[in-house]
């Protein structure tokens, strides 16, 4: 049988690892964030769109403005079972009436093909 003081202590030792995987997780967000924000946000959304592609969906703002889901295009894979590579950035974009990108919300950042973000590789300054 299984002492009790072991079992709170091995759910002590899981509750820790797992809140300190989510400080790493959070720091990871907000670089990510920093990198996507300082690169697209004031641009033009057409200018975006050219640039990096077309929205996978938009809805229209009472304000006058608009919302976009965009996914990033999935990168060159193998054939085969590895071709199904979901390796992709996911943005909601707001648009202010003028057009411009006001606030960018990362919805999904998978690992990119050389780092943790593939937001993060699309948006690096280069």
């Given at each position: ?28 967000n ?9 690169r697209?946000?004031?641009?033009p ?8 592609g ?6 229209e ?17 193998r ?8 390796r ?14 006001a606030?960018?919300?990362?919805q999904?950042d ?5 780092s943790?973000?593939?937001c ?7």
């Amino acid at each position: 049988m299984t002492h009790p003081s072991l079992v709170v202590r091995a759910l002590a030792v899981s509750a820790l690892a797992a809140t300190l995987a989510g400080c790493e997780l959070l720091k990871h967000n907000e670089e990510t964030a920093t990198v996507v924000n300082s690169r697209i946000l004031r641009m033009p959304v057409g200018e975006f769109f050219d640039r990096y592609g077309r929205p996978a969906s938009h809805v229209e703002t009472p304000d006058g403005g608009a919302a976009y889901v965009w996914n990033s295009s999935v990168p060159e894979a193998r054939p085969g079972p590895e071709a199904l590579d979901e390796r992709i950035c996911r943005l909601r974009l707001s648009v202010d009436k003028a057009g411009r990108i006001a606030a960018v919300d990362v919805q999904f950042d998978a690992p990119g093909l050389k780092s943790t973000s593939r937001c993060s590789e699309i948006f690096a300054a280069g």
